[in-house]
């Protein structure tokens, strides 16, 4: 068996913001049927924000004003839309308040869901990325920001069009522990819930 991926991933852009990112981007998911849709003027952040009482990071919100409207099935399926974000402490899942102090779960932001239905997060004062489970009932950082998000999107589309596929679960931690690294992630349970 071989022992490497039989075809490394396609980024079209590594970073939010970077130069053309919005074209290459764009392009990229038209190429795999996903229908581009931004969001209309920034009354929507502005809302959103004065509701959390938080400050959006640059590259989120740049990627939701031209990429925020998506609804697709292969692509960040449960993100959800900026309006529709909440502070943790307020959030639906029965579970947090069961298993975590508000003090703590206040610092978090609900911005999408994991395929098991568990809240993922940006925390507040870092924009890091962290998943709160019930099945096990874990806190765990699992990206350091929405950048990497989005960069793990890419690679979960192309397996989707078995564009890439990689030999093992093990070869797929390992590559994507290498490319979306970060202090403090626990890559294995990213795998196993992401």
């Known amino acids: 068996m ?54 959006i990071p640059s590259q989120t919100k740049d990627y939701f004003l031209n990429f925020g409207g998506i609804e697709s099935s292969d692509f960040m399926y449960n993100l959800k839309k900026i309006g529709e974000w909440e502070v943790l402490t307020n959030s639906i899942w029965e579970f947090v308040p069961l298993n975590f102090k508000h003090e703590e779960t206040d610092k978090y932001i609900v911005f999408s869901e994991s395929p098991s239905n568990d809240p993922i ?37 192309q397996k989707l069009y078995t564009e890439v596929t990689f030999d093992c679960s093990k070869k797929e931690i390992e590559y994507k522990a290498n490319l979306l690294d970060g202090d403090g992630i626990d890559f294995n349970f990213r795998y196993l819930k992401l």
């Open 2 to 55: 071989s022992e490497k991926i039989n075809r490394e991933p396609i980024f079209p852009i590594r970073q939010i913001g970077e130069d053309n990112w919005i074209e290459k981007l764009s392009s990229f998911l038209e190429d795999h049927d996903v229908e581009v849709i931004s969001l209309e003027g920034e009354k929507i952040f502005q809302k959103t924000e004065h509701y959390l009482d938080w400050i």
């Open 121 to 157: 997060c940006f925390k507040r004062d870092t924009g890091q990325v962290y998943l709160f489970s019930h099945d096990p009932i874990k806190r765990a950082k699992v990206y350091k920001d929405f950048n990497d998000y989005l960069l793990n999107e890419m690679i979960d589309i």
